[in-house]
């Protein structure tokens, strides 16, 4: 089982942009020096919900300040991005972290987003699949050309190819693991064989579902039972550990309704259709009861038993529920020494 950190860089009430992605980064500093195998790293434009606006710009610069972690994007968002654009930056990143990079990719909303940066509405409802395709053959082939509706363009090198490794290796490019909160995500990544991540809203009942379904596509597409059996879906979640387990569940209930509530409200569709956000609270005590919040047992046996109840055995957990810095940096360490070791 691999357990790692999700950093969204919150921008709680009361605090400045700056204090958050401090925070953020410091997360991923301590999750290296407390043993945990990733971190993941969100991506959100003009809302204090996520106040990094660019996942493979922090993930350069936390796979410049550590040495053992992997990295990756949770996610970028495709339909705001030119495929050809990230694949250069993750081939980048794979090459020179010496293969601690991975990229995770989504489709993302209908926000403003998609206004503000030119691609439009149709790049997020009907795009998504023009463009991952054009990112997975950048990160595969020496050269590419593209005939599609949104990308058309001649011939061109890929330079850096993510297979040009140190020592001539012909290592794989970087991993791509796609977000998945629909069946036609789930059916998209599995023709493609490509891992899922899955989101913190759901429980293990769902994710089970969209794991099963996920085999059902991959195997109709001609993908071997070993591709099938060893696909590395990655579990989002919340993690907060505290001497007893109503403790634990106050902290995130004190200070997580005010960051969604804000950062949720924030968000602005780009064709003024209506959307109904959670209920901060109600959504908080969703998360509470769904993920590994509790003593340090309670946590070890909430990660074993969504593992075996769905198949997966990659984590990546919300560690800043608390929006402070000194007990982020604790969640983290707790979870190092005091969860992981039980996990085995």
Not at 161 to 186: D, I, K, W
Not at 238 to 246: G, K, N, P
Not at 260 to 280: E, F, I, N, S
Request: aromatic share 4%; glycine share 12%.
């Amino acid at each position: 089982m691999r357990v790692g950190s999700f950093v969204l860089a919150a921008q709680f009430p009361g605090q400045g942009q700056g204090e958050a992605l401090h925070r953020a980064v410091r997360s991923a500093e301590v999750a290296e020096e407390a043993g945990l195998d990733a971190v993941w790293l969100a991506e959100h434009h003009f809302v204090p919900y996520g106040t990094c606006p660019s996942a493979v710009t922090l993930a350069a610069l936390l796979l410049g300040r550590t040495r053992r972690i992997h990295v990756g994007t949770a996610v970028s968002v495709l339909p705001t991005v030119h495929p050809v654009a990230l694949g250069e930056q993750a081939a980048l990143l794979h090459l020179t972290s010496g293969g601690r990079f991975s990229l995770g990719v989504g489709r993302g909303g209908p926000w403003v987003d998609l206004e503000v940066f030119g691609s439009g509405l149709d790049a997020y409802e009907k795009g998504f699949p023009e463009s991952l395709d054009l990112l997975l053959k950048w990160l595969r082939e020496p050269r590419v050309e593209s005939a599609g509706e949104r990308f058309a363009f001649r011939e061109v090198a890929v330079v850096p190819r993510p297979q040009e490794a140190l020592g001539g290796q012909g290592e794989s490019g970087p991993e791509v693991v796609v977000a998945c909160t629909s069946p036609s995500s789930v059916r998209l990544a599995a023709q493609r064989g490509l891992p899922m991540l899955l989101g913190m809203h759901v429980g293990d009942v769902e994710k089970a579902e969209m794991v099963a379904l996920w085999n059902r596509h991959a195997r109709a597409s001609g993908h071997t039972p070993e591709e099938i059996a060893t696909a590395a879906h990655v579990s989002a979640g919340v993690a907060q550990i505290a001497d007893r387990r109503l403790e634990a569940a106050e902290m995130l209930q004190k200070a997580m309704p005010g960051w969604l509530k804000q950062g949720l409200d924030a968000h602005v569709t780009v064709d003024g259709r209506k959307r109904a956000m959670r209920d901060p609270l109600a959504y908080t005590e969703l998360l509470c009861g769904l993920h590994p919040v509790g003593t340090p047992q309670v946590c070890a046996d909430r990660l074993a038993a969504t593992s075996e109840r769905t198949g997966i055995t990659r984590f990546a957990l919300l560690v800043e529920g608390s929006g402070d810095l000194t007990a982020t940096e604790e969640n983290v360490r707790r979870l190092g020494a005091e969860v992981l070791p039980q996990l085995g």
